[in-house]
């Protein structure tokens, strides 16, 4: 045992007498490499706010001044017509003359942007466009072209617009339509709608094509260019916006697959009359005009019938295919006529003769109605400044109780 302590001793006093390991100099240290700054990234650039125009203190001026008298209800140049959101979105030969949201795509900006000395620029009469009115539209197509509810446009002169304008400054009464109700009976009935602006100064304003008119239910009747048409039997009504004024028109659709047979007295005389035909300068002379003689203003209806289906044969008609009658040709211009073209083909006019044609050219029955008075609408207008219109509505009574819209034939 004494050995072993003895050796454990002598090992401690070895190993407390070793040196202990020096450490190494330590090296300076360098100096720390400053950090290169990196820079704040540079703010990407707000894009600009596009602020889509106003339609109606805008967009629509524009429009009606350069573009309807073109692309309208009456004139479709190019198979174009501008004055409604549908048919500008359907186009014209060249395709959609707008498409909402796409200024690269629509025609119509495409066309307002050509050089003065193009043949296809937009307007081609007192155009190019000024720069303010390219960029009303411009961002008008670009915001998405907005066209409120039941808005169609009519050719309006630089006149009228002045006085458009001049009316923002005065204070809106009231808003009325006329007629005040409306009854389509038969297939062929139409009636077409007046609206009128009254200001706090009593001066009235026709609004009709300014205004936002709808049928509640459009399935039970038809309503384009400011005209009423039967579709199915029932009820509905005709809302009408201007400004902050609404109002509503019933509306009643009776019997709209009943045709109304074509009348010479009431239908077929009627477009002699308002063609000028059987005036005392044509053929209501006494001595007619070109061999062909119509009683003065239609006052002997009975002779105008035999002259017209008797005399000379089947020269002047021609039941087999009455759209050649000699009737029908000269009024539309097809064959030489010495009162020159007097309405065209496919139009309202050319339909009443063509139609009776078809029912064989019949004379009225004995007991066919007479009209028994007239109405006009509005029944009063008080206008402000030259160039101001009012458009009407004729509405004829007749002895049976029904009535019928004889604008047209007026």
């Not at 709608?193 to 205004?211: G, K, N, Q």
């Not at 579709?231 to 009776?254: M, N, S, W």
Request: aromatic share 6%.
């Amino acid at each position: 045992m004494k050995i072993v302590y003895l050796l454990l001793f002598s090992s401690l006093i070895l190993s407390g007498n070793q040196e202990r390991p020096v450490n190494p100099p330590t090296k300076p240290k360098a100096p720390a490499t400053p950090a290169i700054p990196v820079p704040d990234p540079a703010p990407v650039p707000a894009k600009p706010v596009v602020i889509a125009p106003d339609f109606h203190h805008e967009v629509r001026g524009i429009l009606e001044s350069t573009c309807i008298s073109c692309h309208g209800a009456d004139s479709q140049k190019g198979g174009l017509r501008l004055d409604t959101l549908a048919y500008m979105k359907k186009g014209g030969d060249s395709g959609p003359a707008l498409i909402p949201g796409n200024k690269e795509e629509s025609i119509l900006l495409e066309r307002i942007h050509l050089p003065a000395d193009d043949e296809e620029i937009m307007p081609p009469k007192n155009g190019p466009l000024s720069a303010q009115d390219k960029d009303i539209l411009d961002r008008w197509v670009g915001t998405g072209a907005t066209w409120p509810k039941g808005v169609q446009l009519k050719e309006i002169s630089e006149r009228e617009l002045v006085l458009r304008n001049k009316s923002k400054n005065k204070q809106l009464v009231s808003i009325a339509a006329y007629p005040k109700s409306i009854t389509l009976k038969t297939q062929e009935d139409f009636n077409s709608v007046v609206l009128v602006a009254t200001y706090s100064d009593d001066v009235t304003r026709d609004v009709t094509f300014e205004s936002s008119m709808w049928l509640e239910n459009s399935a039970i009747a038809d309503f384009r260019d400011k005209i009423l048409y039967p579709k199915q039997q029932g009820e509905t009504k005709l809302l009408a916006e201007f400004e902050d004024k609404r109002i509503e028109v019933p509306v009643v659709v009776t019997e709209p697959t009943v045709p109304r047979p074509v009348s010479f007295k009431l239908d077929v005389m009627p477009v002699f009359m308002k063609a000028g035909c059987n005036t005392g300068s044509c053929h209501g002379s006494a001595r007619g005009q070109d061999r062909f003689m119509l009683s003065l203003f239609g006052y002997d209806p009975e002779g105008d019938h035999y002259r017209i289906t008797r005399e000379q044969g089947t020269r002047r008609i021609n039941l087999a295919i009455p759209e050649e009658s000699m009737l029908v040709e000269k009024a539309i211009g097809t064959v030489p006529h010495s009162g020159g073209k007097l309405f065209g083909k496919e139009s309202r006019h050319w339909k009443t003769l063509v139609d009776w044609l078809k029912d064989g050219a019949n004379e009225d029955p004995k007991d066919i109605a007479k009209p028994t008075n007239i109405e006009l609408f509005p029944p009063s207008a008080l206008l402000e400044g030259e160039g101001a219109t009012q458009q009407m509505t004729v509405l004829a009574h007749y002895s049976d109780g029904t009535t019928r819209d004889v604008t047209p034939l007026t």
